[in-house]
């Protein structure tokens, strides 16, 4: 038995699409694809209806690969989600990427703080495959409204993942442990 919090199911015009919304603290999401786009680039949904990006942005497959005790039967779970490049001023159709925004945190998780210090740094989509990050999930709700529509980042939790501890490992040429004689009695 999961422990998704609701799954979404949108019924229109004969066609039917479900999206899981979770709601976990300390998850680590993996980014199993990353796609970059940019404004007037045409994209085919799976149903074959098309629609034009007007803001340029980092689209991903998502996977919750860990997660608390009582949150493990969500691990698994798949959904997609975009990364946005907030404008430099409302309205002047600039773009950036900048510290303290949803693709800004998952910059510096993947470069760490170093990245702001070069100006000719990029967040580029393909290092962002396989990468793992620790956040909190929350449920999606559609732009300027309550309707819940599936699941998001807390864009304030994002943080690399510890890279694991490397097994310490003796070298080849190390002696052997000593043989102990077994002692009798206490």
């Known amino acids: 038995m999961t422990s998704l919090d609701r799954l979404i199911t949108n019924k229109s015009k004969a066609k039917e699409t479900t999206a899981p919304v979770l709601t976990v603290n300390d998850a680590v999401v993996e980014i199993i694809s990353a796609e970059m786009q940019c404004i007037g680039d045409v994209i085919t949904k ?3 209806d098309t629609f034009v990006i ?4 980092i689209a991903c497959e998502l996977e919750l690969v860990d997660a608390p005790k009582r949150k493990k ?6 959904w997609f989600e975009k990364f946005y490049f907030p404008e430099t001023e409302k309205g002047s159709g600039v773009y950036e990427n900048r ?15 170093g990245f702001w210090e070069d100006p000719d740094a990029v ?3 393909e290092d962002l495959e396989s990468f793992k990050i620790y956040c909190n999930l929350e449920p999606k709700t ?19 993942l510890e890279p694991e501890a490397e097994e310490e490992r003796l070298p080849e040429d190390a002696p052997e442990a000593p043989e102990f004689p077994k002692g009798e009695g206490n």
């Open 46 to 48: 799976n149903d074959g």
């Open 54 to 57: 007007d803001k340029p942005a």
């Open 73 to 78: 039967g969500d691990i698994g779970t798949r």
């Open 99 to 113: 510290p303290k925004t949803k693709i800004g945190n998952l910059s510096e998780a993947r470069y760490g703080e």
């Open 123 to 125: 967040l580029d989509p």
């Open 142 to 160: 559609e732009f300027g409204g309550t309707k819940v529509i599936g699941t998001k980042i807390d864009h304030k939790t994002i943080e690399a």
